[in-house]
């Protein structure tokens, strides 16, 4: 398996718990992206990231956890907007830009939707040794599996339909290693898919909220 580590995938139709093909859109966990940028969100009983995924993106954003001052999608809070600073000169969280379609459009910021980003965990105690780099306890082994999974079939169906993707960033030691694992059952199972996502520009990061405005400028897209 050849996985470039330099800078350190959507089949028509496919449905899985995460992931809804819609004829005028698409459905990515809780949010809905159509053709003209328009999102509504679902109520749900846990706090959540909802995945923002468009079929134009050319940059994938793969956090390992949310951050405590977001709300319904990433960085909507204080480190949005120093990623907004540094990626697009703008005092509008990063998250925000995003999203909102409408509102990337007035500022100029059409690059903005070129942007995807999808959360994997919840910022919770019992993932602490993934956080760490540690291997799962036996006890959570089946729920990391389950994860590393539904990450492959959120990759491929990615991969199926956004053909304009070309970098991948991975935030945090537990999407790395959540990301592995999911190339490992890609190659077991769909090796095309796994191919293409594998020669993907990735870039390994910190934590988002570690991540240096260095690091950060990476973001950029030139």
Do not use: W
Not at 114 to 126: A, F, H, K, Q, S
Not at 186 to 193: G, I, M
């Amino acid at each position: 398996m050849t996985i470039r580590h330099q800078y350190s995938a959507f089949d028509r139709g496919f449905v899985n718990s995460n992931i809804v093909f819609e004829k005028e859109g698409y459905k990515v966990g809780a949010i809905l992206v159509g053709s003209e940028g328009s999102h509504t969100h679902t109520a749900e009983k846990e706090r959540h990231m909802d995945a923002i995924i468009r079929k134009k993106i050319h940059t994938l954003l793969i956090f390992d956890r949310a951050l405590p001052e977001d709300t319904n999608y990433p960085l909507s809070g204080a480190k949005g907007l120093e990623v907004a600073d540094i990626v697009f000169e703008q005092n509008i969280p990063f998250g925000r830009l995003v999203t909102d379609k409408e509102l990337a459009q007035l500022l100029n910021q059409k690059e903005a939707k070129r942007y995807g980003m999808l959360t994997l965990l919840e910022d919770d105690v019992r993932f602490k040794p993934l956080f760490q780099n540690r291997k799962p306890t036996a006890d959570m082994e089946e729920e990391v599996e389950a994860k590393v999974r539904e990450l492959a079939h959120q990759l491929r169906a990615i991969r199926s339909r956004c053909s304009s993707l070309e970098r991948l960033f991975l935030f945090g030691r537990a999407a790395q290693t959540l990301f592995d694992r999911a190339l490992l059952h890609l190659e077991e199972v769909n090796p095309p898919a796994h191919e293409e996502i594998a020669s993907m520009t990735c870039y390994r990061l910190p934590t988002i909220r570690r991540a240096s405005e260095e690091q950060l400028q990476l973001l950029r897209y030139e």
